[in-house]
């Protein structure tokens, strides 16, 4: 796979010691100050939409979405997924890897791309990897916004049953099928009060089938895997020193609202925002509070010194 440097919209590639290759795209001015984003369960750097990438580098970013392993054009690996029985009794393999391995694949990015020291922004289990860089690396963080996302304590940030049913359905076999269950799952996740553009939505699925490089389903399965081998990391988050901001909707049925506030509760100092109405997704009508809430975030921040703030 290529390296080298090329326009904004063209998939790039670290290959990192551990083998693994990792998916980016690199937008905006490269002298600006480095923005990570990391995406959910089974999502693609293309979730991030065009509008809200385009509003934090119009914000004053260098904007790097990455394909998580397992997912997009990043390494697929080889072990097996775990069965959906597994999955649902929260019984992971022995030979599956962790969030920390995750973070450690994004951090390998800011290294093939010479950035010291980044903003990260996750959501969901990208949140959750954000954590986890921002509690064992701190000085690669200038901050970090965790995008409704958990602890993984298993009293919190649980999801609804309804939802655990949509999760349990057979995976997508083909492209059709994919773009359909996408549609499924993003409505009921989303909610009615902010709702979606489905043509948008099924622009979205079909690209991120398209861009697979592996199987999605196996990729999602063995990335649950990996949440459930991290367990509750709510000790390790109260070691997070950087600045801190926890966004979560209060109508979200998969990762319910208390895992927000118990991530805010467990960072120092963390800034926590509720958004009404809203659910487990950032449909086009908020991705400007969203993306205004994480730029005046990241801006508050000063480089030099230990994550000092700024007024």
Request: net charge neutral; proline share 7%.
């Amino acid at each position: 796979m290529p390296e080298t440097s090329g326009p904004e919209t063209v998939d790039q590639y670290a290959t990192l010691p551990s083998g693994m290759t990792i998916c980016f795209r690199d937008h905006g001015d490269k002298a600006d100050p480095a923005m990570l984003l990391i995406a959910g369960l089974g999502e693609d750097l293309t979730f991030w939409t065009d509008s809200f990438v385009g509003s934090l580098v119009a914000g004053g970013f260098r904007v790097v979405p990455i394909d998580n392993r397992d997912v997009g054009r990043s390494t697929f690996v080889a072990a097996p997924p775990p069965g959906l029985w597994r999955q649902i009794a929260g019984r992971p393999r022995g030979d599956g890897y962790a969030l920390s391995d995750m973070a450690r694949d994004a951090v390998g990015v800011l290294d093939h791309l010479g950035i010291a020291r980044a903003h990260l922004v996750g959501r969901s289990m990208g949140g959750m990897i954000a954590q986890t860089i921002a509690a064992t690396a701190p000085e690669r963080v200038l901050s970090l916004a965790s995008l409704y996302s958990t602890t993984g304590g298993r009293k919190v940030g649980q999801p609804a049953l309804s939802t655990i049913r949509l999760l349990a359905a057979p995976p997508a076999r083909n492209r059709t099928a994919a773009v359909r269950a996408h549609l499924r799952l993003t409505r009921h996740v989303t909610g009615t009060e902010h709702p979606i553009d489905d043509a948008a939505e099924a622009a979205i699925a079909a690209r991120g089938w398209d861009r697979s490089a592996g199987e999605p389903a196996a990729g999602t399965a063995r990335q649950i895997q990996a949440i459930q081998r991290s367990g509750d990391r709510t000790a390790e988050l109260s070691r997070i020193t950087a600045p801190t901001l926890v966004i979560h909707g209060d109508r979200d049925p998969l990762v319910d609202p208390s895992g927000g506030v118990a991530t805010a509760r467990a960072i120092r100092s963390a800034q926590h925002v509720v958004i009404p109405g809203m659910g487990h997704h950032i449909p086009e009508g908020l991705v400007a509070p969203i993306t205004t809430n994480i730029s005046q975030h990241a801006n508050s921040v000063c480089e030099g010194g230990n994550h000092v703030r700024i007024s």
